[in-house]
């Protein structure tokens, strides 16, 4: 379900024979030009799922408010402020300049050359020489063109040089409003069995939380640190030959890329080790941190995909087959019939549940909270289903009367109401029925004929006894006189 177009119709013959390429992050990147607010919106919501940041930090990152960085209030560093003010006094078209994207042409082409030199020894650690880096400067400033094979540069002039373009720009490239968030990324740590946190680093939510920081960087700023980080990648995989491992690769690189300018080793004194081993692992994980996490694109195509009104004219050029008219995402027609199936197991479930409360409230011993329950159910007839194997729930008794004459008539006639039930509930099989019962329901007519017959009888008797009851205690009394 990820792809979603699975063939393209291409009428150059000189392009068919190209592999087709599908980007994952397509519907990513059209929110992201398209409604950024929208977009900036649900990356951050899910950064702040993932680290804590406090109402001014949240603020600096949304760049609500300038960012207050280390030693931006001491005045130790004076002198090391004022020097590198002067050094970008003059600027150029590439160096000293905010990061554009004619800058960023003009310095891959230094990394493109390092990328076919990664044996050199102590490459970035090792200086270059001055001039040679002078008049390589001097020429990406003018937009000239440049033959680094010509073998007039050495790699180690080339690899200088990317670090003075990187320290000369105005702010590091992950800025400054990214700064805490580096540093709140640095301490998600694993929490043992308790919930107690330990010193072991959470990759998993490293990885994410960077995932998802570095999709709301400028676009100049992101596309040059992935440049950036694959070629210090592949430096270090090459360790054996250069020397240069990921952590010596991040001493070199945190103070241009990650540190806030014009500020001194002192300022950061505290969070120096954080900020060299939060580039230390994205040196590692650089193949991983450009992919925007799945839930991301997932709600990205949504958006755009989710209802025909979201979907665009050339969106249904794309997803038409031949001859269609209707056309519904494929998403949104799984999503539907999730949804049916899910709506059906949650109603059967719920009858399952009726049925089962319903059982276990007839098993009941007789009480008053059984028959409140059971007047309950009769309220509700429809939370039972039709058809459904739950026995019919028994007719309320009537209450026992505990007056006088109630006394009296269950000492003499014992229980009415079980022998009116009784006669009332039984109903004989036709091919049971006696010779008996056949004459007696010839002569009543039906079953309400005799027993209405039947109670009759027995009010008589019961007025019999009661007469005979009042004129014993009449004669006690008198005799007691």
């Not at 946190?197 to 939510?205: F, I, L, N, Q, V």
């Not at 020397?243 to 001493?251: G, I, P, R, T």
């Not at 329901?441 to 027993?451: E, I, R, T, V």
Request: proline share 6%; glycine share 4%.
């Amino acid at each position: 379900s990820d792809a979603i177009c699975n063939f393209v119709i291409c009428n150059d013959s000189s392009l068919r024979s190209q592999p087709i390429i599908f980007n994952p992050d397509f519907f990513v990147e059209k929110l992201r030009h398209e409604k950024p607010e929208v977009f900036t919106e649900l990356v951050v919501s899910n950064i702040t799922r993932l680290i804590d940041l406090p109402g001014a930090e949240l603020a600096q990152l949304m760049g609500e408010e300038d960012p207050k960085l280390p030693g931006a209030n001491s005045t130790a560093s004076g002198f090391f402020r004022s020097l590198m003010s002067l050094k970008r006094k003059e600027k150029g078209v590439v160096f000293g300049s905010p990061l554009t994207e004619e800058g960023i042409a003009q310095v891959s082409q230094l990394i493109e050359y390092l990328h076919k030199n990664l044996r050199a020894e102590g490459l970035f650690r090792i200086p270059g020489n001055s001039i040679r880096q002078q008049i390589l400067k001097d020429a990406l400033n003018s937009g000239t063109d440049i033959d680094l094979d010509s073998g007039e540069f050495h790699s180690n002039d080339v690899a200088t040089l990317l670090k003075v373009f990187l320290g000369e720009l105005p702010e590091p490239l992950l800025t400054h409003k990214h700064f805490h968030a580096h540093l709140k990324i640095a301490d998600l740590m694993l929490f043992d069995e308790k919930g107690n946190k330990t010193s072991t680093p959470d990759k998993e939510r490293q990885i994410e939380a960077l995932q998802l920081l570095f999709l709301i960087l400028p676009a100049p700023n992101r596309s040059l640190l992935k440049l950036l980080l694959d070629l210090l990648y592949q430096t270090a995989k090459k360790q054996d030959k250069n020397k240069m491992s990921a952590h010596n690769l991040a001493l070199m690189f945190a103070p241009h890329i990650l540190w806030p300018r014009n500020v001194s080793t002192n300022d950061l004194q505290e969070n120096i080790t954080k900020l060299n081993n939060g580039v230390t692992f994205m040196i590692k994980h650089s193949q991983k941190l450009f992919k925007a996490p799945a839930y991301i694109r997932e709600c990205a195509r949504l958006h755009y995909l989710g209802s025909r009104a979201h979907t665009s004219k050339d969106d249904l050029d794309l997803l038409a087959s031949p001859g269609s008219k209707e056309l519904q995402p494929l998403k949104s027609q799984k999503r539907s019939r999730l949804d049916s199936c899910h709506q059906e197991e949650t109603q059967q479930r719920t009858e399952e549940a009726l049925k089962e409360l319903f059982r276990h409230v007839h098993n009941m011993p007789d009480s008053a909270k059984k028959k409140k329950l059971i007047r309950q159910f009769n309220k509700h007839p429809m939370a039972l289903t039709p058809g459904s194997d739950i026995p019919a729930s028994p007719a309320p008794r009537r209450t026992r009367s505990r007056s006088f004459s109630g006394l009296i008539k269950r000492k003499v006639l014992g229980t009415p109401g079980v022998v009116e039930r009784k006669s009332r509930d039984a109903t004989p099989e036709p091919e049971r029925v006696s010779k008996e019962n056949i004459h007696l329901l010839q002569k009543c007519g039906s079953p309400a004929h005799m027993s209405q017959t039947k109670l009759k009888s027995l009010e008589g008797r019961k007025e019999e006894s009661c007469r005979r009851i009042r004129t014993h205690l009449l004669s006690k009394d008198s005799s007691s006189l």
